[in-house]
């Protein structure tokens, strides 16, 4: 077999390669090489543009991870058309689509997990096979078994363009979805409300709504219509309408589910899978039977493309291998132009315990919207108003927004509760915080969205931790990913220095050298 290529140009757009001698799969998230945030190749520019991206695309596959273009066959997501002839990029005369939107979010998980059969539960706001869907999965392929005619992504979008403190800023849509999941910890369910927001999410019937509660959205046909009027609410009130949201989503959720056998295996992907507070609900019933991929989002869509048509006969991990530094070649220009020195991963862990905040870049990127250490901002979690300084200083985002720790896998224990650490890999969950000792990574609601790492899952995190625990009390450090707000995380030696010098980071480490302003 030949080399394979899959294209997705709808919101997240993303290009996976498959190379044949290597039998390793590759991706690129464009948002990222292009620096715009949720990035639709199929309307964000013209098609020349579109052309220069993908050619430009496949310079860095052949030139950095080795893959001539010389194509089997170029997979176009069924979803997210181009305009132009992928011919003209791509040395194939082969094109097709083959598999539809919540299929390929299906294969992207299911071939990424390590079980061998699995129910698959699929479900975000779109797709051009609908909206909720649930599939039989084995190493032979992905067999639907059930379409749920319901928008819990849409809805919970909606939800959260009602409350002031999530839409007011908000420059996408979809960046909504998180905001509210981060801000519903500062409110209380309002119970009487629950079976009314359970039943949007399937109706997404705003009158009925409205009736049901006696919130005022009488005259509501759209949110999207009707940006920050009066019928949105602040303060408490935003809060708790917040937490309801939340409650009714994850009711409604296992509502769905509770018909499917809990012994079986669970896959949960699609947007909707980055909500770390239902899976938590999620994982204390299918415990080690549950896997959610670090990539759950449309970012995924063309790899399960790939997975969709070849198939893979073993568990495949990409988390690490996203896209390069664009720039790396011109890393010495940079190190003689700033005066940067070598650092160990002690130097790392000293400055941290100093109270500094730090950028690290190693590598190709990890793959999914949530950093997980090669393009992360790391701090000390240990000091109490760091959360505000981050949110304020250096990400310029919203204050409640909250932020992730990593440790260890083997020390998690000491830190967090849960029924066991397995699959924590990928800020895919939410436990709750044992210790009063870590105020910057504990939201308001007692949790934190954690990542455990090993030495042989990541070894740079894995060093560092470890220095950082011979100095300090807590073997814990704060990760968040390496952009500001507005922006998706960066792709460059530039954009990392670029942050340095315009926030209150104080170095950035890449490929551990040490950068100061």
């Known amino acids: 077999m030949k080399n394979l290529v899959s294209i997705f140009a709808g919101h997240d757009a993303n290009i996976s390669f498959y190379h044949a001698d290597k039998n390793k799969y590759y991706t690129i998230e464009i948002e990222r090489l292009v620096q715009k945030r949720y990035f639709r190749l199929h309307v964000d520019n013209s098609p020349a543009e579109q052309l220069r991206i993908l050619k430009e695309c496949v310079d860095i596959a052949e030139q950095r991870w080795g893959i001539k273009n010389d194509y089997e066959n170029v997979l176009i997501c069924s979803d997210g058309f181009i305009q132009i002839d992928p011919k003209q990029v791509f040395n194939t005369e082969k094109v097709s689509t083959i598999a539809r939107h919540h299929q390929t979010h299906a294969a992207a998980a299911f071939y990424m997990s390590p079980f061998k059969e699995a129910l698959i539960v699929s479900y975000d706001g779109g797709g051009d096979d609908g909206h909720f869907n649930i599939y039989s999965g084995n190493r032979d392929g992905i067999t639907l078994l059930e379409n749920i005619k319901s928008d819990f992504g849409g809805g919970y979008l909606l939800c959260g363009s009602l409350v002031r403190e999530v839409a007011e800023k908000s420059k996408h849509q979809l960046a909504l979805a998180g905001k509210l999941m981060g801000l519903c910890g500062y409110g209380k369910v309002i119970p009487e409300y629950v079976p009314a927001f359970e039943e949007f999410f399937f109706d997404r019937d705003y009158e009925k709504l409205a009736n049901w509660t006696n919130l005022n959205l009488k005259n509501v ?59 938590e609900k999620i994982k204390s019933v299918y415990d080690r039977r549950l896997y959610v991929p670090p990539n759950p989002h449309d970012g995924s869509l063309s790899l399960g493309h790939l997975f969709f048509y070849k198939k893979p006969d073993k568990q495949v991990d990409i988390t690490y291998e996203g896209l390069p530094l664009v720039d790396s070649n011109e890393l010495q220009t940079y190190i003689d132009k700033y005066g940067a020195t070598k650092v160990n991963k002690k130097k790392i862990a000293e400055l941290l315990k100093d109270g500094k905040i730090i950028g690290l870049v190693y590598g190709d990127s990890e793959v999914g919207p949530r950093a997980l250490g090669n393009r992360s901002i790391v701090c000390d979690p240990n000091i109490a108003d760091m959360k505000d300084i981050l949110n304020s200083k250096v990400k310029f985002r919203e204050w409640y927004r909250p932020f992730a720790p990593f440790c260890k896998k083997e020390e998690a224990h000491l830190w967090f509760e849960s029924s066991n650490f397995e699959n924590l890999e990928y800020m895919s969950y939410a436990p709750v915080v044992k210790v009063d000792t870590l105020p910057s990574i504990t939201h308001v609601d007692g949790t934190a969205r954690l990542q455990t790492v090993t030495e042989e899952s990541h070894s740079h995190f894995y060093e560092l931790l470890t220095e950082f625990g011979k100095i300090s009390d807590t073997n814990v450090l704060l990760n968040t990913s390496f952009n500001i707000r507005g922006y998706p995380i960066l792709s460059s030696i530039k954009d990392a220095l670029y942050a340095l010098n315009n926030t209150q980071m104080d170095y950035v480490v890449i490929d551990d050298y040490l950068f100061a302003k």
Request: aromatic share 14%; net charge negative.
């Open 221 to 279: 046909d759209s949110p999207w219509e009707n940006p920050l009027d009066n019928w949105v609410f602040e303060g408490q009130e935003g809060y708790d309408i917040a937490a309801t949201a939340q409650e009714a989503f994850e009711n409604a959720f296992f509502s769905v589910l509770e018909k499917y056998d809990p012994d079986i295996p669970l896959i949960v992907t699609g947007g909707c899978a980055l909500n770390v507070l239902v899976n």
